[in-house]
């Protein structure tokens, strides 16, 4: 395998999604379901509104009473009792009478409109119910007043299988009477970090260490996949420690991502880990930054399948194929059924760029408006582009793609940005 030449990016996703299925169903209560993707339709266990009521504070009246009133020769009307939230009125609106009724509430029998409370002579806020009241301006049949099921009705489908949960679609899933959703299981994904010189962060370095940044972002990036994570901490350059976390793993996980370890130094263990915790199905993929990938899977004790990601050790390349590879997988088996999910868009160069031949480039880009053009964003690099330049990667929202076969671009180059920031479904 390591004679083979680098695969490009296509061929090397599609060989890790190969045969992908979303992980199992579980139910969970709808507060809960952020971000998680249905394994069932969801469909509305009640009517919304389930009876007529009130879009606002006022009076509930026959439309029919109030033809022709104006502040000036206001119509009169007995106040007959009152209708508020979850509350049922008990009194009949007839003709002359009018019932005090809230936002909300049931719309009393009789009534087929609302009067707001500003176009009355009733002072607002006033607890005690006033013996009539002075309606100032006319109103149509229906005014004011919320219809039973002008929002959902009992049997609607409100989400439906593979539609990621967000805060909106909680809401209405919620208001449709669902306690419960079925979605698909979080995978699980175990981080592991690799390196002699790596420290937990904010623990004092020794001489040439440097903070785990590594671990810290993976966990992140996973996270925001939609995964859940183990951590397995940092393993030092030694083959037999390598092998113990991965199979720690491998026992309690879906995905094993592991940085560092994986290029051609005396001292890069994960690469020859997996052909002794599984197997390693590809290594090296054609982009930049990023070529030395490993990529391979391996049997947990109860026999489920666990891929195994072993990602390059500088922490650009590292954050870039999380972003290619491992996310993903991650999102088809949390029941995506967009993989990537993410949107791209046109940009211009606002300077030159150079990469290395033959291999697709990702550059640390932020975005801005282009005032000629609004259809087309000016694209800047975000600072150096250099695989160990953490600094430039906080400060890009994209990734400015600039294809295999092109070693170097003008200022001004259209090209294609893959947004970071952003997710598409």
Do not use: C
Request: aromatic share 2%.
């Amino acid at each position: 395998m390591s004679g083979q030449a680098p695969l490009r990016l296509e061929v090397a996703r599609e060989r890790m999604l190969a045969g992908l299925q979303p992980l199992a169903a579980e139910a969970v209560a709808v507060g809960e379901a952020l971000g998680r993707v249905l394994a069932e339709d969801a469909m509305a266990r009640v009517t919304l509104p389930p009876w007529d009521n009130s879009a606002m504070d006022g009076y509930a009246v026959r439309a029919a009473d109030v033809v022709g009133a104006s502040p000036g020769t206001p119509v009169r009307l007995r106040v007959v009792g009152e209708s508020a939230a979850g509350h049922a009125p008990t009194e009949r609106v007839l003709a002359g009478t009018a019932v005090r009724v809230l936002t909300g509430a049931m719309l009393p029998d009789g009534a087929d409109a609302v009067v707001p409370v500003e176009d009355t002579d009733a002072r607002q806020g006033v607890a005690d119910l006033p013996a009539d009241v002075g309606i100032q301006r006319a109103v149509e049949p229906g005014a004011h007043v919320r219809r039973r099921a002008s929002d959902l009705l009992e049997g609607d489908r409100l989400a439906q299988v593979g539609q990621r949960l967000t805060p909106a679609s909680m809401a209405v899933l919620a208001a449709g009477g669902l306690g419960t959703l079925v979605v698909h299981r979080r995978p699980r994904v175990a981080i592991l970090g690799t390196g002699d010189e790596l420290v937990p962060p904010g623990e004092p370095l020794g001489p040439a260490q440097i903070p785990d940044s590594n671990s810290i972002a993976m966990a992140a990036l996973a996270r925001a996949a939609g995964a859940e994570v183990l951590g397995l901490g940092v393993a030092k350059d030694r083959r037999d420690e390598v092998i113990e976390r991965l199979q720690a793993g491998i026992a309690g996980a879906d995905l094993v991502v592991a940085s560092g370890g994986v290029s051609v130094g005396a001292h890069d263990e994960v690469k020859e880990a997996f052909d002794v915790v599984g197997r390693m199905d590809l290594w090296r993929v054609a982009i930049q930054p990023g070529k030395p990938l490993a990529f391979g899977r391996a049997t947990a004790p109860d026999g489920r399948a666990v891929l195994l990601f072993g990602l390059p050790g500088n922490p650009v390349s590292s954050f870039v194929t999380f972003e290619l590879f491992v996310r993903p997988v991650i999102r088809r088996l949390a029941g995506h059924a967009d993989p990537v999910g993410r949107r791209i868009v046109r940009a211009r160069l606002a300077e030159p760029v150079t990469k290395s031949a033959g291999r697709r480039a990702f550059l640390r880009v932020r975005l801005r408006p282009y005032p000629r053009d609004p259809s087309v964003a000016i694209a800047e690099l975000a600072g150096g582009q250099g695989s160990h330049v953490l600094s430039a990667l906080a400060r890009s929202n994209g990734l400015a793609i600039i294809p295999e076969e092109v070693d170097a671009l003008p200022a001004g180059s259209v090209v294609d940005v893959l947004r970071i920031d952003e997710e598409s479904s």
